[in-house]
């Protein structure tokens, strides 16, 4: 991503990168680009969403039930990162 944040606008460098790259890696990071106004997005090629299951049988059935009963849960992640408690919600 730096290379083409840096390139010079030739019309033919791109790069094709998740959100985690643009948004959240320049925040941590010092990288050559910080916001949207360094690069230009011209095409979403993929959305997926996130989404909070627990088993049928669990006790919870809305979002507030399972927030109101810490400790009752064990967060787990298809992450290669592992998942720290609540926060990671």
Known sequence: MAEVAQAKPD????I???NLTLVIHPQL???PYKTPDDYEPILNTITFYTLL?????APWK???EFMAAPGE???SSASARPVRGRSAI
């Open 73 to 75: 849960s064990r967060p």
């Open 16 to 18: 094709i990168a998740p």
């Open 53 to 57: 299951t627990v088993r049928a049988d």
């Open 62 to 64: 809305t979002m507030q």
């Open 29 to 31: 990071n010092e990288l």
């Open 11 to 14: 019309g033919y460098t791109v």
